[in-house]
C-alpha cells in the first residue's frame, strides 16, 4: 500500500511496480504521479467505500486483470505532481477539486486554530485588542507570547481563503491556475465573501484557465502561456468577476448570513449553539463548516469582560 497523505508517502519501488497485475486507487483528492500505473488495469472508488468493501475491490482488482492484462513498464516517471482524473462523472470530478483545496486548508487550520486558542488561553478574550508584538514584546510577559500566538495564528488563518481558491484551481487546471486561484481566494476574503467567495473563485479560475487551454497557439508560443499568458489572463478575468460582478453578491450573502447569526445571540443563544454547530458538521471542513467556525472566533473578541 502507497499512502500519499499530510504526513508524507513512501511510493512504490520500480520492481513492485513491474510485479503488480492492476492498481487500486482509494482516494477523494489527486494521486500523485499515476502515470507510473499507467500500464496496468485501473479499479477506482473512494476512500470510505474501500475501507468497507476492500474484499469486492480486490476482486475487482482480479477481474481487471485477468480481462485488461497489463502493457508495457513505462521506462520513467512522470515528475507531475498530482492528476485531476478524479474518475467519470461531473459530481466526482467537483467533489475531488473541492476536497483537493480543503486538504491543503486543513494545516493552516490547525497550526492557526491551535495558536489562536493557545492565546487565548494565555491572554484571555481580551488579548483581540492586543497591540502588535512589533510595537514591543517583552519575553517575560506572559501576555505578550499570548499576544504572539493569537497574532501569529490569525495571520496563519488569513491565509485559508486563498489557499483554498488556488488549490480548488490547480486541481482543475494545474500550476497555470494557481495564481488566478489564489488571487480570486484573496479578493474574497478582501471584500468579506468568505469561504464560500474563495470556493467560487478557485471553480472561476479552474474553469478560465481549462477554456484557455483549449485554444491552439503557435509552437513558439507554446512555452510561456502556462508561465505568463494562462495566468495573467486567468487573473485578470478573475479579478474583474470577483470585484465587479460576482463578488459583491457573495459578500451580502456572507455578511448577512454572520449578521442573522450575530442576532441569535442572548436569549437564543441555545439556537445560535444549534445552528453553529450543525453548520460545523454539515460538509466537515467544507466552506460552510469553516464560515461557523470564523463566526465563532469572531464572537470570542465581543465576548463582555468583567467591568465593561
Known amino acids: 500500500m502507497e499512502t500519499q497523505g499530510s504526513a508524507g508517502t513512501t511510493p512504490f519501488t520500480d520492481a513492485q511496480i513491474a510485479e503488480a497485475d492492476a492498481i487500486i486507487f482509494a482516494a477523494d483528492v489527486a494521486v500523485r504521479d499515476e502515470e507510473r500505473f499507467a500500464h496496468l488495469p485501473v479499479v477506482r472508488t473512494g476512500v470510505k467505500k474501500a475501507i468497507s468493501g476492500a474484499e469486492g475491490l480486490v476482486a475487482q482488482a482480479v477481474e481487471a486483470a485477468r480481462n485488461a492484462p497489463k502493457g508495457a513498464v513505462p521506462a520513467q516517471r512522470s515528475a507531475s505532481p498530482a492528476t485531476k482524473d478524479f474518475g467519470p462523472g461531473f459530481g466526482s470530478r467537483l467533489r475531488g477539486w473541492l476536497m483537493t483545496g480543503v486538504s491543503y486548508v486543513i494545516p493552516f487550520v490547525a497550526a ?48 485559508l481563503v486563498p489557499v483554498l481558491g488556488g488549490f480548488i484551481a490547480y486541481a ?74 460576482i463578488g459583491p453578491p457573495l459578500a451580502a450573502v456572507n455578511t448577512g448570513l454572520t449578521a442573522w447569526l450575530t442576532g441569535l445571540s442572548g436569549a437564543n443563544a441555545l439556537l445560535l449553539g444549534a445552528i453553529v454547530g450543525l453548520m460545523m458538521a454539515f460538509d466537515m471542513g467544507g466552506p460552510v463548516n469553516k464560515a461557523a467556525y470564523t463566526f465563532a472566533i469572531a464572537g470570542l473578541g465581543a465576548v463582555p469582560r468583567p467591568g465593561c
Open 112 to 159: 492557526g486554530g491551535l495558536l489562536i486558542a493557545l492565546g487565548f488561553a494565555l491572554g484571555g478574550y481580551q488579548i483581540t485588542d492586543a497591540p502588535a508584538v512589533t510595537d514591543g514584546f517583552d519575553v517575560a510577559s506572559l501576555a505578550s507570547w499570548a499576544a504572539l500566538f493569537f497574532q501569529i495564528g490569525a495571520l496563519a488563518f488569513g491565509f
Open 172 to 245: 482543475m487546471a494545474d500550476r497555470p491556475a494557481i495564481v488566478p486561484g489564489f488571487v480570486g481566494g484573496a479578493i474574497a476574503a478582501e471584500i468579506g465573501a468568505g469561504f464560500l467567495g474563495g470556493l467560487i473563485a478557485g471553480l472561476l479560475a479552474g474553469a478560465v484557465v481549462m477554456g484557455l487551454k483549449r485554444f491552439s497557439v503557435p509552437k513558439a508560443m507554446a512555452g510561456i502561456m502556462p508561465v505568463v499568458v494562462y495566468p495573467l489572463l486567468g487573473t485578470l478575468v478573475v479579478g474583474i468577476a470577483m470585484f465587479v460582478i
